[in-house]
């Protein structure tokens, strides 16, 4: 008796929870989303809001990137705000300076983008301001300066070009007509010489044969995930899906399960193999970090710098050379003029002299910067260089997209894909750093910069000689998915011929 009037009485104490539990969870939801409607002013009637409200601007431009471009363009300080988002987004050098580096102080990355990336970067460089930035910073670069490790990552990207990326384009070749995806290529790439510059680890995805590594197909999930959270109308959203692990967030948190499983496991083997003389970025890092769960931030981190945005650059760069047929020629030119006739793969030192190729690396990143825009939050209230209020918490975009088709930077001629612009009596003449903030600029600039540049020229050098590659929609400009990085929609559909001994030679 005494037990079953006790088990009613749990009974009624679970349902009563359960009942005040729905009830503040809905409660909590419909304040939440009237605060939001407070702050994003959605009733903003301008015309800026109306269009990005209505999605209108999908009847004129394929991407919402070449929209901004658009206001941008035609705004006279090249700034925006995009009211309903809280968001000021500028294409003008001397704001984007400003922010980068006289005021890098107050435009750091912020809360709210930590959080949204926390889940998978933890406090890996990419996603930490202050001193945890410092440390990292200042370990990173003494690592990736050195010598040592610049002629490690270009005997990495040598060896996956020679031994699987130039096999894998014959293979190709040979089967006359048959149509291959250069992005996925490219991804697979990427990825392979990542983990083993990061690791020390071969995944082996560019065998197409294999299926791709359970470890990059959670990594991707993973980022693609992550970078949704930003596009919902309020944090609130994501963060009461993670609350209640629904949807999107359950597969989210499995797949950062997944990378977290696998990075793990390969800290302890590194760690019971020793690692003292290994020169991947782990055993560097290792030999002065103890905590395991730092040393897996720093690698993911270094995962997601390194790997999608060297397949976006490859990608358009590609794109833009086989729609580009004199581009092509004048790269195979100076190739063959700087390499050996009988040299297949040119060295460290070769690939430097090639100002053409450099040149025409630099204007396709222009064109298609694979981070297209950068978002940092001020801390306090300010006043941008061309005179934009700044109220303090507000995010502060610089898009380099945009930047690269602003007439008044580029001249009349910013949309034509031209490298000699780079070039100044035939060598390579660079621009400055905040007018071409592809690789951001400033204080915080891109620690890859010098390697992914000799990495695509290296690509570029080894497959343009013995290869013609045929774009299937050469006519059709990419789309972009939405992400943290720039993928173009569909991939890149290539078919590639062997070039004949007489063509390679005229
Ligand atoms: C074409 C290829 C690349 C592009 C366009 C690029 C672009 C960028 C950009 C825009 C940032 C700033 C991101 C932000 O703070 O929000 C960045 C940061 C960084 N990149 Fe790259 N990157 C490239 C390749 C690489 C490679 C190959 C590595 C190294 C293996 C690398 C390492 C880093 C690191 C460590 C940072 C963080 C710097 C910091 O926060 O202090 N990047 N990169």
Redesign the pocket.
């Known amino acids: 008796m005494e037990y079953s009037e006790n088990l009613s009485f749990l009974q009624s104490l679970q349902a009563s929870f359960c009942f005040i539990f729905f009830f503040f969870t809905i409660s909590f939801s419909i304040f939440s989303f009237f605060l939001l409607f407070m702050r994003q002013k959605v009733w903003c009637n301008c015309d800026i809001c109306c269009g990005y409200l209505t999605s209108s601007w999908l009847m004129e431009f394929g991407n919402l990137c070449d929209w901004y471009t658009h206001l941008l363009q035609k705004s006279p300080t090249h700034t925006i705000h995009i009211h309903v988002l809280g968001n000021t987004i500028t294409a003008n050098p001397d704001n984007v300076e400003y922010m980068l580096k006289t005021r890098f102080d107050n435009y750091p990355?912020g809360k709210p983008f930590s959080t949204i990336l926390g889940d998978l970067l933890g406090k890996g460089?990419?996603n930490v301001d202050g001193d945890s930035?410092v440390f990292?910073?200042k370990m990173?670069s003494l690592e990736?300066g050195s010598v040592s490790i610049r002629s490690f990552?270009f005997e990495v990207v040598m060896a996956e070009i020679k031994h699987r990326l130039l096999p894998l384009l014959s293979s190709y070749a040979e089967k006359d007509g048959s149509v291959l995806d250069l992005q996925d290529v490219f991804r697979r790439f990427t990825f392979d010489n990542?983990c083993k510059?990061?690791f020390g680890l071969d995944p082996g995805c560019l065998e197409l044969a294999l299926p791709i590594s359970q470890f990059a197909e959670s990594f991707d999930l993973a980022t693609k995930l992550s970078a949704e959270r930003a596009m919902v109308a309020s944090p609130l959203i994501w963060k009461i899906k993670r609350l209640l692990n629904l949807g999107s967030e359950r597969r989210l948190k499995e797949a950062i399960k997944k990378v977290n499983v696998l990075a793990k496991e390969l800290i302890i083997q590194k760690r019971k193999l020793g690692f003292s003389t290994h020169q991947d970025?782990l055993s560097r890092f290792m030999a002065c970090i103890k905590d395991d769960d730092y040393l897996r931030d720093i690698v993911i981190?270094?995962i997601l710098?390194?790997r999608d945005?060297?397949a976006?650059?490859l990608t358009t760069f590609f794109w833009l050379v086989a729609t580009h047929p004199e581009v092509e020629s004048k790269i195979r030119d100076e190739a063959d003029r700087i390499m050996h006739p009988n040299q297949e793969f040119p060295s460290f030192e070769l690939i430097r002299e090639m100002h053409y190729l450099h040149a025409a690396v630099h204007e396709s990143?222009r064109l298609y910067?694979?981070?297209q825009f950068?978002s940092k939050f001020a801390r306090q209230d300010d006043v941008l260089r061309d005179g934009t209020f700044v109220m303090k918490g507000t995010r502060v975009t610089y898009h380099?997209y945009a930047m690269g088709r602003i007439e008044a930077i580029w001249g009349p001629d910013c949309m034509e894909f031209r490298p000699q612009r780079w070039l100044n009596n035939g060598t390579f003449f660079p621009q400055s750093p905040f007018k071409f903030?592809?690789?951001?600029a400033g204080i915080?600039?891109?620690?890859?910069?010098e390697?992914?540049?000799v990495?695509?020229k290296s690509v570029a050098a080894a497959v343009l000689r013995p290869f013609n590659i045929h774009v299937v929609h050469a006519n059709v400009a990419p789309r972009f998915d939405s992400g943290l990085t720039a993928t173009v929609r569909g991939g890149l559909p290539v078919v590639v011929r062997e070039r004949r001994a007489t063509d390679q030679h005229c």
């Open positions: 990355k460089i990419f930035w990292q910073r990173a990736l990552a990542i510059f990061s970025l981190s270094f710098a390194g945005t060297m976006s650059a990143l910067p694979p981070v950068d380099p903030p592809v690789f951001q915080r600039v891109c620690l890859g910069k390697m992914a540049v990495a695509m």
